[in-house]
């Protein structure tokens, strides 16, 4: 049994800034990359930013310069700093980590609930 718990969105200005946070529990023997996904109304989910365990990143263009993920393998916990919001950012904006169960040999997906951000005026 796995949780992935998000917390941080809501409404901010064009130019605001916010702070996503994931944390997962359960049964973990390791956890692979992880990353923050974003899907708006009619459209696919789409990557936004992802981070390997040894800390590597990699980040949609349209948010590059102005979003930071971070990682806490100790703590099981992701974050997704976000500046300079745009109203174009505005989504519902899932977890997403690629794991290994305890006695498990195989790695599975698993995301969160998905947290809102608003950006307008």
């Known amino acids: 049994q796995v949780q992935l718990v998000e917390s941080g969105g809501g409404l901010v200005q064009p130019g605001g800034s916010l702070r996503l946070s994931c944390a997962v529990s359960g049964s973990i023997f390791s956890m692979r990359a992880m990353g923050w996904y974003r899907q708006t109304p009619g459209n696919q989910r789409e990557l936004v930013a992802a981070i390997t365990s040894g800390g590597d990143t990699n980040y949609a263009d349209s948010v590059k310069g102005r979003f930071t993920i971070s990682r806490d393998n100790a703590k099981n916990t992701l974050w997704l700093q976000m500046n300079s919001l745009k109203p174009e950012d505005t989504a519902v904006y899932y977890c997403?980590?690629?794991?290994?169960?305890?006695?498990?040999?195989?790695?599975?997906?698993?995301w969160g609930q998905g947290t809102q951000v608003t950006v307008s005026t």
């Open positions: 997403n980590v690629k794991l290994r169960l305890r006695g498990g040999i195989w790695d599975y997906d698993y």
